[in-house]
């Protein structure tokens, strides 16, 4: 069983920085990619960073030059770090992980419970 839980978040100035972090425990093999979600209210979930093991990324276009995903494999933690934020980057983020728990039955994704990110004007 793996779980992942994501924490710092909270409320933040415009213009101000925040480090997001999720972390995976349990039967973990390898952590395949890890992807940081959010969700706005009354919006669709959307797919904000993305990365593979390997070290590349990809970004959503809304945050690209303000955001950077990055991992740590010696703790199975990855981090979002959010710079020069805005408004519209309030909401729920959540941490999804392609995790290798077995090297027989192979991989698959575990959310975690998200952790809300409030952006004041």
């Known amino acids: 069983q793996v779980q992942l839980v994501e924490s710092g978040g909270g409320l933040v100035q415009a213009g101000g920085s925040l480090r997001l972090s999720c972390a995976a425990s349990g039967t973990i093999v390898s952590i395949n990619a890890v992807h940081w979600y959010r969700q706005a209210p009354g919006k669709q979930r959307e797919l904000v960073a993305t990365?593979?093991?390997?070290?590349?990324?990809n970004y959503a276009d809304s945050v690209k030059g303000r955001f950077t995903i990055s991992r740590d494999n010696a703790k199975n933690t990855a981090y979002l770090q959010m710079n020069s934020v805005k408004p519209e980057d309030t909401a729920v983020y959540y941490c999804?992980?392609?995790?290798?728990?077995?090297?027989?039955?192979?991989?698959?994704?575990?959310w975690g419970p998200g952790t809300q990110v409030t952006v004041s004007s």
């Open positions: 990365i593979i093991s390997g070290g590349s990324t």
């Open positions: 999804k992980a392609i995790v290798r728990w077995s090297t027989l039955l192979g991989a698959r994704d575990y």
